[in-house]
């Protein structure tokens, strides 16, 4: 199992930060399963297979990776988040020195992202995000639930600052458990 996890990592090109982020868990856990330390549990492998598209077999061995899932090249996953950039900015009304501008990024740099000819590096995809108030991780992967109203480093530091909200919070997370 531990290799299936770094292998399926590696070839989607994330970091240990970056996947563990996305499957809501932390590196540290990811990182005994990818060394084997620890066993995945079930929630963590349904969470794998829903949010990479991974077919459950790769994890019996009854598929290999190229089958399991599409791995899309770096070239394609370029373009995709270019294409998503662009038609946010768009929608936003911004020429790309406007947003250039507001996230203190280079015209340049951001047109070759648009399209498609660099990758968007997380800390620029942060800077991005904030300026077109929508959540970096959906400009990276395209997962609708993350684009608008982001958890981000702004939002948790806010929520710091503010305990009468995180009540509130965590008194709807409690309801929907029970």
């Given at each position: 199992m531990k290799d299936k996890i770094a292998q399926l990592r590696h070839n989607l090109n994330?970091?240990?930060?970056?996947?563990?982020?996305?499957?809501g868990c932390s590196p540290t856990q990811i990182k005994r399963m990818e060394i084997g330390t620890v066993i995945p549990s079930e929630d963590i492998l349904e969470r794998i297979c829903d949010r990479?598209?991974?077919?459950?077999?790769?994890?019996?061995?009854?598929?290999?990776?190229?089958d399991a899932v599409q791995i899309k090249s770096k070239e394609e996953k370029c373009?995709?988040?270019?294409?998503?950039?662009?038609?946010?900015?768009?929608?936003?009304k911004l020429t790309i020195v406007q947003l250039g501008e507001l996230c203190h990024t280079s015209e340049s740099r951001l047109s070759e992202i648009e399209t498609g000819?660099?990758?968007?590096?997380?800390?620029?995809?942060k800077r991005i995000a904030k300026a077109l108030k929508v959540g970096s991780e959906w400009l990276l992967t395209g997962e609708e639930k993350n684009?608008?109203?982001?958890?981000d480093d702004d939002m948790v530091e806010w929520l710091k600052n503010h305990e009468e909200v995180r009540k509130e919070i965590r008194a709807l997370m409690d309801k929907e458990e029970d």
């Open positions: 994330l970091s240990l930060v970056a996947f563990s982020k996305l499957l990479f598209k991974v077919d459950r077999r790769y994890f019996t061995g009854e598929l290999k990776l190229e373009i995709e988040i270019g294409k998503r950039l662009r038609e946010i900015r768009k929608d936003k000819k660099r990758r968007l590096c997380e800390p620029t995809a684009k608008d109203y982001p958890v």
